[in-house]
């Protein structure tokens, strides 16, 4: 019992390394499909519509992790490479979301993220990216 126990918190630690290493990723992505520094953005400027897409990319890259591992293989080797491939996948789809939308709006959707002012433009940037996460969640189960 006790090594089953072990067994499991060791999993526990390893998906958690990456599926926080998956976000990691998520930011990067974000910071690169927006004009500036997102850590600037957000923490020294406070800019509500880098925080509000970032924190839907954040949330979309959790529920992706989280199906994949809720629904993952017997062998943990096939989970944890279907947990970083899922992942990866969804990462690359949210950030092709984030282009088809700013080719679909007027102007630049990464500048209008980094407006100082609430934009609506930043909601529906960040419904996008959580809507892509969602529909790679429904592949995934």
Known sequence: MLEDLLNGAGRSVVFGLIGIGLMAVGFVMVDLLTPGKLRDLIWRDRNPNAALLLAANQ???????????????????????????????????????????????????????????????????????????????????
């Open 59 to 141: 949330i979309g890259i959790a529920a992706i992790v989280f199906t994949a591992i809720f629904t993952s293989y017997e062998s943990f080797t096939e989970g944890l490479a279907s947990t970083v491939i899922f992942g990866i996948i969804g990462i690359a789809i949210m950030g092709f979301a984030f282009m088809v939308l700013d080719w679909m709006t007027p102007g630049k959707l990464g500048e209008v993220i980094c407006t100082p002012d609430r934009h609506p433009g930043a909601t529906v940037s960040a419904a996008s990216h959580f809507g892509a996460a969602l529909i790679v969640c429904a592949c995934i189960a």
